[in-house]
């Protein structure tokens, strides 16, 4: 039986099925080549979508980190306005209180005092109006 088979694969059809075989034997390989390639490709095309989406969420990490400090710079900000403002709005009342008073007093003054009375509505002669603001500079610069 041996030397059949032997004879078999010296003649023509025995040629025929050791290059069939061996090119399916090359075939095989070639697919299974492709395969792994294409495997390799889809593997680097996912690392390189991970690589593009970690760089992107360091990037709206960096992001967040500004715009929460600046956020906190902005409250603080927000903060000592309204400070300054509540303090502003307290001077308001105090001089308009002031104001209040001196008003009523000069009316009082103008009821009571009949010289007072005749020269109040008068207007200064030239130049006291401006001594009188350079005086009253004077006072208020000494004062801070």
Known sequence: ???????????ALGRWVTGFSVAM?????ALTWHNHKEGLREEGIQECVQEINQATVDALEDALAD????????????????????????????????????????????????????WSDTTLP???ADRLREAARGQADSND
């Open 126 to 128: 030239g130049g006291v």
């Open 67 to 118: 715009e929460r400090a600046a956020y906190a710079l902005l409250l603080a900000h927000a903060e000592k306005t309204a400070q300054e403002n509540a303090l502003a709005l307290d001077r308001r009342r105090e001089l308009e209180t002031s104001l209040t008073a001196l008003a009523e007093q000069m009316e009082k003054q103008k009821n009571e005092d009949p010289e007072y009375n005749e």
């Open 25 to 29: 034997l090359l075939g095989g390989a």
């Open 1 to 11: 039986m041996g030397k059949l088979i032997g004879f078999a694969l010296k003649t």
